[in-house]
Each structure stands twice: as structure tokens, then as C-alpha cells.
């Protein structure tokens, strides 16, 4: 099993790297809010229709903690896209995908701070490194600092503390009622930030615009592959593997994002960006190696 949940991991991290292209070229017809309220109300319609079809199979399992556990994990995954939609208005796909990626050495950062566990010296070297990474793709060259790199970075966090919180109930709760309510969380809280920031929310409602191939085609994917499986996939599957292995195979979402960058619109990187691309994958892999002499915080279990 823990083999399978590696590769179905490794191809929901492959999923969310090459979409990055796909939302920004729907966000010239949709604003972020209005998007990631369709792309997670879509997602939550593909998976719930599954599990009205093995209703009949199941046991009561909707209680206060899956109603509360859901919302948690809904709510920092809301905050997460929310930041990452919004930050690819003004950041490119690959710097979108490499900063995002920062989340990674977060989580044991994180686990310290909330869970008290302590960091072994590959964790220390591992947020260092990813560190000068990070200044060296954003601060290096002051003409390619701007809010989108601000607002990607606050995505990496809220979605470090996803990982976390997915990572503490995984193992004690249905992963498909778990992953129904977080996503129609972030479509709920999606829909209420669209209209609280004036956005064209009715747009949802126009032809001209809803069935423009650049939209219709990033909906249906990122909500398919990218939110219904990706979610469900993550939360089933962390409940056979361990924080550590999903946190290096979501390493590679940067490299997935940067290459498929290249490919379809053709993105250069500067040499201080790759120099910064390459300390940052360096500093998320260090974070992750358990140490010889104390087991690592990131080979913790989080429940």
C-alpha cells in the first residue's frame, strides 16, 4: 500500500504543477475568487455523487470531530489558493510553483512551533537552504519583486499548515466525507471572499465567457484531477505513509510547475532564479532526511 500511495501522490503533485499554467490562463476571464469558488463547488459535486452511490454501504460516520476536522483543513486550504490564485496575477507559473513548494520546509518549522517537537539539524540546514532560495528567486533582482511573490509565499505557509492538519486526522477519519466537507468549505468561503471583494461573481452565469476553451478546460481539470482527486487522494493516502514521504514527493510540484512552464508558454528563468530553484528542492530534501542519531520531527506522526 505505501508503494501505491507514493506513486498516486507523485501524480497529484505532477496534476498541480501543470495547471499552474492552465488557472492563469483562465483568470484572464474569471477573477480568483469566483474561480476557486466554481473549480472547488465542481469538485465537490464529482465526489459526492460517489458517495451517494455507497451510501448504503456505509455506517454513520458524519459526527461533530469530521464536521470540525473538515472545516480546519478546509479553512487553510481556502487561505492557500485563495493566496496562490490571486499571486499568479502578478508572478509567473514556475516562480509560482517553486515558492509554493517552500511549504514543504515549513511543516516541521511549524510542527515546532505548534506541536513542540524538535528539529533535528537536516531540518535546520533544510530551512537555511531553502532560505537563500527564496531570496535569491525574489530578492536577488529587486525588478522581479512584486506582491505576487508576497502572496504566493503566505499560500506556502497556509499550505503547510494543511499538510499538517490533514496529516493529524487522516488516520482517525473517512477520507471521503473528510475531503467533502474541506472542499466545499474552500467554495463556500471562495463564493463569500468573491462577493466581499466586488468581484464579477455573475459571470458564472454568461456563455460568452464560461464556455471560452481557456476556462471551461481549466474548470474541468482542476476540478476533477487537480481538487476531487487530488484532496481525496491526499487525505486517504496519508493514513498509509508517512509525513516525511508525502513532504519529499511534494518536493517535486516546483519541478513539475517550472517544466511545464517551459513547455507550453516557453518561461525562461533567470540564472539567479535557477541558482534559487535549486537551493530551495536542495533545502525541502535536506528538511526531510531523518537524522542518524534522533528521529527526525518530520518522521513524527502529526495524530
Not at 3 to 12: E, G, I, P, Y
Not at 130 to 141: P, S
Not at 143 to 161: E, K, Q, R, T
Request: charged share 10%.
Amino acid at each position: 500500500m505505501k508503494k501505491t500511495a507514493d506513486v498516486s501522490l507523485l501524480f497529484v503533485v505532477f496534476i498541480w504543477g501543470v495547471t499552474f499554467v492552465m488557472v492563469q490562463n483562465a483568470l484572464s476571464f474569471l477573477e480568483p475568487f469566483t474561480f476557486n469558488a466554481i473549480r472547488f463547488f465542481m469538485a465537490f459535486v464529482f465526489l459526492f455523487i460517489p458517495y451517494l452511490l455507497t451510501l448504503h454501504k456505509r455506517g454513520k460516520t458524519w459526527n461533530k470531530k469530521l464536521l470540525i476536522a473538515g472545516l480546519h483543513i478546509g479553512v487553510w486550504l481556502f487561505l492557500g489558493y485563495g493566496f496562490q490564485t490571486i499571486g499568479l496575477n502578478y508572478t509567473t507559473p514556475a516562480k509560482t510553483g517553486f515558492i509554493t513548494g517552500l511549504s514543504v520546509v515549513m511543516v516541521p518549522v511549524f510542527s515546532l512551533l505548534l506541536l513542540k517537537l524538535r528539529l533535528s539539524r537536516n531540518t535546520v540546514l533544510g530551512v537555511v537552504a531553502a532560505t537563500i532560495g527564496l531570496y535569491l528567486m525574489t530578492f536577488a533582482d529587486r525588478s522581479n519583486l512584486n506582491v505576487g511573490d508576497f502572496l504566493v509565499f503566505l499560500c506556502a505557509i497556509s499550505f503547510a499548515m494543511q499538510i499538517i492538519t490533514t496529516a493529524r486526522y487522516a488516520k482517525t477519519l473517512p477520507a471521503l466525507p473528510l475531503t467533502l466537507i474541506q472542499i466545499f468549505t474552500v467554495s463556500f468561503l471562495s463564493l463569500g471572499s468573491a462577493i466581499l471583494f466586488n468581484e464579477d461573481y455573475s459571470v458564472i452565469f454568461k456563455s460568452d465567457v464560461m464556455l471560452q476553451p481557456e476556462v471551461w478546460t481549466a474548470l474541468l481539470v482542476t476540478a476533477a484531477l487537480a481538487t476531487a482527486f487530488a484532496f481525496f487522494a491526499q487525505t486517504f493516502f496519508q493514513a498509509y505513509t508517512t509525513p516525511t514521504r508525502v513532504a519529499l514527493i511534494f518536493s517535486m510540484e516546483p519541478v513539475f510547475a517550472a517544466f511545464s512552464s517551459f513547455i507550453l508558454i516557453g518561461e525562461k528563468l533567470t540564472s539567479a532564479s535557477i541558482i534559487g530553484c535549486v537551493f530551495i528542492f536542495l533545502g525541502m530534501i535536506l528538511a526531510e532526511l531523518p537524522s542518524k542519531k534522533k528521529k527526525s520531527i518530520a518522521t513524527q506522526d502529526f495524530s
